[in-house]
């Protein structure tokens, strides 16, 4: 079983759509996060999330949406698309809020068109 | 912003030790140095952490100078899989987030 999951891989769509990004993690951690990567390879937090509460927000536009319905799930969601949205997006969990040993997802590759 | 400072690229023979270094002179007391890697279009991986003393695991050594100005990340015997990029951060464990910076990208070749 992986242990950080996110779907879909690969997402193509057109200027101005709404898409999400699914999330979830198996290891029984109580903190997720929301990386970006850009097309310069920087990896940037953009969420992070504490037993389904938000902890981290980092100036990231209003269009970008977290959800956690639970501590094992954190969604994306993304209205209005920019081209400058595309991007890889990772998904990590950490035992705690201090635990800095990060389990990755595997990305989800956003290209916006 | 990051608080270390990594060169940008490294080149390593597959077989020999990869030296990757890191300076972090600007630590305080209570920060811990993480390394992780990240293979080509793949998540991050967790490498290895240390506080004052030497650390060692099953994927790498970690040796961290008495001041704790600096670092250096030893694969024993790199193989053509080590080749990735490599980071090298400093953290708070009261801290939100990681923060990654650029890195040094290590080629191994044969």
């Known amino acids: 079983d992986t242990a950080v999951s996110q779907t879909p891989k690969y997402l193509v769509t057109q200027m101005g759509n709404d898409k999400s990004i699914k999330c979830e993690q198996n290891l029984g951690h109580d903190t997720m996060y929301w990386y970006k990567q850009d097309s310069k390879k920087f990896l940037k937090i953009m969420f992070s999330?504490?037993?389904?509460?938000?902890?981290i927000n980092e100036t990231v536009p209003n269009r970008f949406s977290p959800k956690s319905p639970d501590k094992a799930h954190l969604n994306l969601h993304i209205n209005s698309l920019e081209l400058g949205d595309s991007a890889v997006y990772f998904c990590?969990?950490?035992?705690?809020?201090?635990?800095?040993?990060?389990?990755f997802g595997e990305g989800s590759r956003l290209t916006v068109l | 912003d990051a608080k270390t400072t990594q060169p940008p690229s490294m080149d390593c023979a597959e077989g020999r030790a990869a030296n990757l270094p890191c300076n972090h002179s600007?630590?305080?007391?209570?920060?811990?140095v993480y390394w992780y890697r990240q293979i080509h279009s793949q998540g991050p991986q967790y490498i290895i952490h240390g506080l004052k003393n030497n650390e060692t695991n099953e994927m790498a050594s970690l040796i961290i100078t008495e001041d704790r100005k600096s670092s250096t990340l030893i694969l024993p015997h790199a193989t053509l899989r080590d080749t990735a990029v490599y980071y090298c951060?400093?953290?708070?464990?009261?801290?939100?987030?990681?923060?990654f910076g650029k890195g040094t990208t290590l080629s191994v070749s044969s």
């Open positions: 999330y504490n037993n389904k509460e938000l902890i």
């Open positions: 990590a969990s950490s035992q705690d809020l201090g635990g800095r040993e990060l389990f």
């Open positions: 951060i400093v953290y708070n464990q009261a801290g939100t987030a990681l923060i």
């Open positions: 600007t630590i305080s007391g209570n920060e811990y």
